[in-house]
């Protein structure tokens, strides 16, 4: 009886720690290209992608990114982001890019759509591909 109940629990135990991050509601698997922030269409092209559970990373106009993203859905948070430090013309709507990922606290995914927001109105659109 003893060992049943051990076992059962360490079940349980296993069943909670899955992937509860936006990786598997849909956003893995593709690559999501920023289309507008809060309405308006950013100069240059950045990109985001959810490589493995718990992961982000992407691209913006000059630099890559990645960092962590372990928020359950429909949560969204990045912790810090690792970037890398190169200069290019687009440095400013990298900037403007990265801050507004960083104030999202909301995602929702539907099909090859990617809307992150947070409370104070902000918004993100992306589209999905493979």
Do not use: H
């Not at 135990?13 to 269409?41: F, H, I, N, P």
């Not at 106009?61 to 928020?71: L, M």
């Amino acid at each position: 009886m003893l060992r049943s109940a051990l076992i059962g629990s360490l079940l349980l135990a296993s069943a909670c720690t899955g992937d509860e991050s936006l990786s598997a509601y849909g956003a893995a698997g593709k690559v999501w290209r920023l289309q507008s922030v809060d309405g308006a269409a950013l100069p240059a092209s950045s990109s985001l992608r959810f490589p493995e559970p718990g992961k982000i990373a992407g691209r913006g106009p000059c630099n890559s990114f990645s960092g962590i993203q372990t928020a359950p859905y429909p949560w969204f948070e990045t912790g810090p982001l690792a970037v890398t430090r190169m200069a290019c013309p687009g440095l400013a709507a990298e900037d403007a890019f990265l801050q507004a990922l960083q104030e999202m606290t909301l995602a929702e995914v539907s099909g090859d759509v990617l809307i992150l927001s947070n409370e104070a109105g902000r918004e993100m659109l992306f589209t999905g591909g493979g």
